[in-house]
């Protein structure tokens, strides 16, 4: 019970809920975040999301290049990617910090799906395009069927595992452009493979543009991550590629790239396309979304801010759509984009905005000079960003946990890299949810005594000086009691009885951390009563309550005990013992 500040006790009337949900906000500042931050935009705020915007545009030109290619699609098409995608999320989503794009690991998900159908450039950029529609499809639909609690079922260890298992695959991927030697196989072991294999034809020339890219690019990282060192290794290999002629020395270029904006129009939609690219599309969904969820959440929660999963649904939804319509590919969240954007100072979701006005601002005017830039400069952007992936101490942190968290993600990222990323989630999330029915099939538990210091109960292996009364064993479950669990603490509590010093008379349960029952803990209860009644023994309930005390009352087990064997707190139980009277 509350008191005011005059010391006055106050309670809640009648049936309201001490949970108060915050105020529903009006209809439209729900589908259009960023309507409610436009009263208190102010210049200072424009001038940091512009400084933003602009810095991330000047990461996002390279990268979106390379991840085209990663595709199997033109240059040209990632940046095509930047533009309508990024708008819609800035009218859309609920974070402000979040930037959309063409992304690693999506976009081998798109050369997955993409690049085994057609070898023509232009029907790989229409099933890419089709491919985004799909996925933008798959998003809205999840949203109409409220699926955004989905995301909260992909582990860590799985999400560790799946992002080390994107760099390795991102990173074998750009061996042919680093090493100039022609790649055809799809998978990273083929690739792995077929390199070894053809190792002997290295283009040295090739390979000193990619090295040297490489070291610039590391360089640039480790003096400051808020450097554009990608923009700035994009424009020298240009200036040096334009004027030493690579491209004639046999270095391979990006090309020709068209200047001007997309048009908007719809790509082909032939039925046995969309039929061959809806699994695709529902695997770049699961990943793009959970991607999506926890680097929005991360940031936010830095930041005292809250998303919610229904809009972001809603915002990548469009941002794919628009992708589809505007000769793009799938896009999701970028987490080395989106670090910058913070650490740059953007406030609202105007700095995505800006973005995609600085890159439809090269492509009006600065495709030209983007036909000299060397594939082996792209790869070594590519390396580079998968290199950002990886986390050691994500690692070293699971260890510390569970030796059974680290097999899933070894598992997930071996998966990743032979097997593909889709089925290497699955078979991560089976085995995620196959490991928490695992835990919940042998719960913790404790035989409590009396800790003179403590003032209370607690665990008597814990705490070796606890006291027990003869005759007297109490028993504490920390789970919920289901299906899965039952005869282990039937099998336990038989156990605690054996091991106790004295035989035993009344057995206390402590149900304090009891909050749930299903059918099978029901009959367990019911039958262990009756079977200890038979032998003398007294079972009692400590600290039952809330909806688990009805759920035994309607099954009839609290009829069974007794209403007198039902006690407040452990101590009220251990002094109701006949041993005690």
């Not at 009006?26 to 200072?44: D, K, N, S, W």
């Not at 792995?192 to 610039?216: M, P, Y």
């Not at 048009?263 to 999506?292: C, N, Y």
Request: no cysteine; hydrophobic share 50%; charged share 15%.
């Amino acid at each position: 019970m509350n008191k005011d500040r005059d010391g006055a006790s106050q309670r809640y009337e009648g049936d309201t809920s001490p949970f108060q949900r915050p105020a529903r906000r009006p209809l439209l500042q729900r589908l259009v975040p960023i309507i409610e931050h436009v009263p208190g935009y102010r210049a200072g705020t424009l001038r940091r999301d512009l400084l933003a915007g602009v810095t991330v545009a000047a990461l996002a030109l390279p990268a979106s290049l390379a991840y085209a290619e990663i595709a199997g699609l033109s240059p040209v098409i990632g940046l095509y990617a930047l533009l309508l995608p990024a708008i819609a999320y800035t009218f859309f989503g609920s974070s402000r910090q979040l930037i959309v794009g063409p992304e690693g690991s999506i976009s081998a998900l798109v050369g997955t799906a993409i690049i085994p159908l057609t070898a023509d450039p232009e029907q790989r950029a229409s099933l890419a395009a089709l491919l985004a529609l799909l996925v933008g499809g798959v998003f809205l639909g999840a949203r109409l069927a409220r699926l955004g609690w989905i995301a909260d079922y992909f582990s860590r260890p799985v999400l560790i595992g799946y992002l080390h298992g994107v760099a390795i695959v991102l990173i074998v991927g750009q061996l042919g452009k680093l090493f100039g030697l022609s790649i055809g196989a799809q998978t990273p072991p083929g690739k792995i493979f077929e390199f070894i294999k053809e190792i002997t034809d290295i283009s040295w020339i090739t390979l000193a543009v990619g090295v040297v890219s490489l070291v610039v690019l590391l360089l640039t990282r480790w003096l400051s991550r808020k450097l554009p060192g990608a923009l700035l290794v994009v424009v020298l290999a240009i200036v040096v590629s334009a004027v030493a002629g690579l491209a004639e020395q046999g270095v391979a270029v990006v090309g020709q790239i068209p200047a001007g904006l997309p048009s908007v129009e719809l790509p082909g939609l032939r039925p046995s396309d969309i039929l061959t690219l809806l699994p695709p599309a529902v695997g770049i969904f699961f990943v793009g979304f959970s991607s999506q969820i926890l680097i929005a959440r991360s940031f936010a929660g830095r930041r005292g801010q809250h998303i919610e999963a229904n809009a972001e649904l809603v915002a990548m939804g469009a941002a794919n759509l628009v992708a589809g319509i505007s000769q793009g590919l799938p896009v999701g969240a970028s987490d080395s984009r989106t670090a910058v954007n913070d650490q740059m100072g953007a406030r609202t979701q105007v700095s995505g905005l800006i973005t995609a006005v600085v890159i439809g601002l090269v492509l009006l005017f600065l495709t030209g000079p983007m036909q000299y830039l060397p594939t082996a400069t792209l790869g070594a952007v590519i390396v580079v960003a998968a290199l950002g992936l990886v986390n050691f101490d994500d690692w070293r942190g699971l260890a510390r946990i569970s030796r059974v968290e680290i097999a899933i993600a070894l598992i997930t990222m071996v998966g990743v890299v032979t097997v593909g990323v889709l089925r290497a989630l699955l078979l991560a999330v089976a085995l995620s949810v196959v490991d928490a029915v695992r835990r919940s099939a042998a719960p913790h538990d404790a035989v409590l005594g009396w800790v003179e210091r403590l003032d209370r109960y607690a665990d008597v292996e814990l705490h070796p000086s606890a006291k027990v009364v003869p005759g007297v064993l109490v028993y504490r479950l920390d789970d919920r009691l289901f299906f899965a669990n039952t005869s282990y603490v039937e099998g336990r509590i038989r156990e605690a009885i054996s091991g106790a010093p004295a035989p035993v008379d009344w057995l206390v349960f402590d149900a304090e951390s009891l909050n749930h029952v299903d059918a099978t803990g029901v009959r367990m209860l019911t039958e262990m009563i009756e079977s200890l009644r038979e032998e003398s023994i007294t079972f009692v309930f400590a600290r039952l309550h809330g909806p688990t005390s009805n759920r035994l009352a309607e099954a009839g087990v609290l009829d069974l005990v007794g209403e007198d064997h039902l006690y407040p707190t452990v101590r009220a139980a251990v002094q109701a013992a006949p041993v005690q009277q």
